[in-house]
């Protein structure tokens, strides 16, 4: 069984992280408003639904064929986090400049939509995060299905929190300091959480 008391905090501080998406709700929600900055943050829930669909096929297929595969995948995933958080690191200025210009709903859709799918990390993250939390006990694309319905249903909140965060402090936040400082805490988060799973024997 999933240990949803380690996966549910663990899975909302990757959808919490000031990256680009977030940023976007962030942004829109300073400059318009709650509403279009919730509504267009949905765009991205399709490009992480159609990533966790091939993350359940493909990856479920691999991990019930092969306990080495299982173990394989786990220690790339850590890697994969280390170089993640790296990323984050030294990406972090860059992150907190993304902006939003189009005001129109679909535009805001389609423009976080486009963000979400044409960044390879998103299913990356998703093949190195969900497998740490598989056991054995149960099929483990069944396992990779609930996780991401979870996934989806956090996401949904992390685009409120940002739209809410940046209609309440989008007018005194107004450099982009403060999440720089963000983004490597997450980066230095990404890497100490792959160093230990790394190095974990489980």
Do not use: H
């Not at 990856?59 to 890697?79: D, E, N, Q, R, Y």
């Not at 790296?86 to 805001?108: T, V």
């Not at 396992?143 to 940046?166: I, K």
């Amino acid at each position: 069984m999933i240990a949803w008391t380690l996966f549910i905090p663990a899975c909302f501080a990757l959808n919490c992280a000031p990256g680009p998406n977030n940023m976007l709700a962030f942004a829109n929600g300073a400059r318009l408003g709650l509403v279009p900055a919730f509504l267009g943050g949905m765009g991205r829930i399709p490009a992480f639904s159609l990533m966790i669909l091939i993350t359940v096929i493909g990856l479920g297929t691999i991990l019930a064929a092969s306990a080495m595969a299982f173990t394989a995948i786990k220690i790339a995933g850590a890697v994969y986090l280390v170089y993640v958080g790296i990323q984050f690191w030294r990406k972090a200025r860059a992150m907190a400049a993304a902006r939003s210009l189009d005001s129109a709903l679909w535009s805001l859709m389609r423009r976080d939509f486009m963000m979400a799918i044409s960044n390879p990390k998103a299913i990356a993250i998703f093949t190195a995060f969900f497998p740490q939390f598989i056991t054995a006990a149960e099929p483990a694309w069944r396992q990779l299905a609930a996780m991401g319905g979870v996934f989806l249903l956090l996401e949904v909140g992390a685009v409120a929190l940002y739209a809410v965060a940046g209609v309440a402090f989008g007018k005194v936040l107004k450099s982009e300091r403060v999440f720089v400082y963000l983004n490597r805490f997450v980066g230095a988060v990404l890497i100490i959480s792959g160093g230990s799973m790394a190095l974990s024997r489980s």
